[in-house]
């Protein structure tokens, strides 16, 4: 009875359980979180064999391929490189047992089951996951807009006639500088590191 209430406790069942923060050290995950660079822990789902760690800068999958091997492959999706989309939550129907988050990151369809009695605290990673979404994609849209107004200007740059070739070659250096540089700076500011605000603002544990 007592091991099966400490299954419980730590999502050792069939169904994911959500983790308590306090409990967040006991986990498999915490040992690949980059605390050294201010990384943390904001929600984390555990079933028997797989752990989903979400934390500020990526989202970790511990699979496992049975609950009796020790052997896991760990997956980590870092923001910065994959996008959030598809965000859904199946809520539970009067006979099933679990809820159900679905969502993309990358090119990896995820669908979580949860245990119905935890559906609340899963609305809330719902609504985090949806919300850094739609900053994705909405940086996604700007950098995408200042990447065809380079190539806009270096269309227009190459078109030009009338220069000498050395005047030509020179303002090509100076422009392509600059524009290195605007480009660069673009991109340290459409493309999102961190998204501790996000959690701190939904997850309500």
Aim: glycine content about 4%.
């Amino acid at each position: 009875m007592l091991k099966r209430l400490a299954a419980d406790a730590l999502g050792l069942s069939d169904i994911g359980s959500i983790i308590d923060p306090k409990d967040f050290d006991k986990v498999s995950s915490d040992d690949y979180i980059f605390h050294e660079d201010g990384e943390q822990i904001f929600f984390l789902i555990k079933s028997k064999t797989d752990e989903y760690c979400f934390t500020n800068l990526a989202m970790l999958h511990l699979d496992g391929t049975s609950a009796v091997s020790s052997k896991r492959q760990l997956h980590r999706y870092d923001y910065r490189d994959h996008m959030i989309s598809n965000v859904r939550l199946e809520t539970a129907g009067t006979v099933d047992l679990d809820a159900e988050i679905k969502f993309i990151i990358g090119e990896v369809a995820f669908s979580i089951d949860v245990d119905k009695k935890q559906i609340e605290a899963l609305k809330d990673l719902y609504k985090a996951l949806h919300k850094m979404s739609m900053i994705m994609k909405k940086n996604q849209s700007h950098l995408r807009d200042a990447q065809q107004s380079l190539e806009m200007a270096a269309k227009v740059l190459t078109g030009t006639k009338n220069m000498g070739e050395v005047k030509l070659v020179d303002e090509f250096a100076q422009v392509n500088e600059k524009a290195f540089d605007w480009l660069m700076s673009s991109k340290e500011k459409y493309i999102r590191e961190d998204y501790a605000d996000i959690f701190k603002l939904y997850i309500n544990n």
